[in-house]
């Protein structure tokens, strides 16, 4: 059985976030191995998270069924594998240039359409803010007071609010202080510096973002693609516009853009395939 490894929100090999891809063929056209053997690749796989995919032959709104796992533990949504899925079917003709597909998954319907530039857009659910206080230990666990926080409801993460970029970039959090805290993933956030734009690369960006999820096994992840259904509500108020740039500051680092329409939020972003290998246990 194939599987492949992809880095996404990313135009370029070994930055944005790894997600490792099984599209499961003709072997289970119907149904996903036992949850058990998908967690186990996963954790053997050891990355943010690990997608498994199979064609639906009978549902009329939606075409491939989808799932997404971290080492630990499967996950209700994931933007960036849900990228690294997307990049693979236009890699294998499942997506044609202009095409959309659409996945069944634990968060209802998503789907993803393929840009005349190659690019890709995720429609997901966008995130309800509730303002909340800021949780009790947060200041501690981060090394810096946030100024405000958001509950997301069903998308299961706390948004920070950190003073600055700079403040931002440079936190060293205690990562056991993170995994007690009362969500199990935390989003922090800050408006772009001036110049608003990466050394290495440079292309623009609105509002910058980090997120840490210990207890669900992923001490720092690279790029959340799901963050930013939240992100781009919060940003596009501030900010005035619709359409907007993030930049996940982590080691890796990766570029988001974000469409608010409402109730749906539009993600974009390129993805490179970094691995191509054969699964020698089967699942």
Same mark, same amino acid.
């Given at each position: 059985?194939?599987?492949?490894?992809?880095?996404?929100?990313?135009?370029?090999?070994?930055?944005?976030?790894?997600?490792?891809?099984?599209?499961? !063929?003709?072997?289970?056209?119907?149904?996903?191995?036992?949850?058990?053997?998908?967690?186990a690749l996963a954790a053997e796989m050891n990355l943010a998270e690990t997608a498994f995919a199979h064609p639906l032959a009978d549902d009329p709104e939606?075409? /491939?069924?989808?799932? /997404? *796992?971290?080492?630990?533990?499967?996950?209700?949504?994931?933007?960036?594998?849900?990228?690294?899925?997307?990049?693979?079917?236009?890699?294998?003709? /499942?997506?044609?240039?202009?095409?959309? =597909?659409? *996945? #069944?998954?634990?968060?209802? @319907?998503?789907?993803?359409?393929?840009?005349?530039?190659? +690019?890709?857009?995720?429609?997901?659910?966008?995130?309800?803010?509730?303002?909340?206080?800021?949780?009790?230990?947060?200041?501690?666990?981060?090394?810096?007071?946030? =100024?405000?926080?958001?509950?997301?409801? %069903?998308?299961?993460?706390? @948004?920070?609010?950190i003073a600055d970029e700079a403040t931002l970039r440079g936190l060293t959090p205690d990562l056991a202080a993170v995994a007690a805290l009362p969500s199990?993933?935390?989003?922090?956030?800050?408006?772009?510096?001036?110049?608003?734009? !990466?050394?290495?690369?440079?292309?623009?960006? !609105? *509002?910058?973002?980090?997120? *840490?999820?210990?207890?669900?096994?992923?001490?720092?992840?690279?790029?959340?693609?799901?963050?930013?259904?939240?992100?781009?509500? &919060? /940003?596009?108020?501030?900010?005035? #516009?619709?359409?907007?740039?993030? &930049?996940?500051?982590?080691?890796?680092?990766?570029? =988001? #853009? +974000?469409?608010?329409?409402?109730?749906?939020?539009?993600?974009?972003? %390129?993805?490179?395939?970094?691995?191509?290998?054969?699964?020698?246990?089967?699942?």
């Open positions: 059985m194939r599987i492949r490894t992809v880095d996404a929100f990313t135009a370029r090999a070994y930055a944005g976030n790894p997600a490792a891809v099984v599209l499961l !063929d003709g072997e289970a056209p119907h149904a996903f191995p036992a949850d058990e053997r998908l967690q939606a075409d /491939w069924a989808l799932r /997404w *796992f971290t080492p630990t533990t499967e996950v209700d949504m994931c933007g960036h594998a849900t990228l690294a899925t997307a990049h693979l079917l236009a890699a294998d003709g /499942w997506l044609p240039e202009g095409g959309h =597909v659409r *996945f #069944r998954t634990r968060s209802g @319907v998503l789907s993803a359409s393929r840009e005349p530039d190659s +690019t890709l857009t995720l429609d997901f659910p966008t995130a309800t803010l509730t303002p909340v206080p800021v949780p009790e230990g947060a200041g501690e666990a981060f090394e810096a007071p946030a =100024v405000a926080a958001w509950d997301t409801g %069903s998308l299961g993460m706390l @948004v920070l609010e199990p993933a935390v989003i922090l956030t800050a408006a772009a510096g001036q110049p608003a734009r !990466d050394a290495a690369h440079q292309p623009p960006y !609105d *509002f910058v973002s980090r997120m *840490f999820a210990p207890a669900q096994g992923i001490p720092e992840d690279p790029v959340t693609g799901s963050a930013h259904t939240a992100l781009a509500p &919060l /940003w596009s108020q501030r900010l005035g #516009r619709a359409e907007l740039t993030g &930049l996940q500051v982590s080691r890796r680092t990766g570029y =988001v #853009r +974000t469409t608010l329409r409402g109730a749906r939020t539009l993600l974009g972003g %390129s993805a490179v395939t970094v691995l191509d290998a054969t699964l020698r246990v089967p699942l």
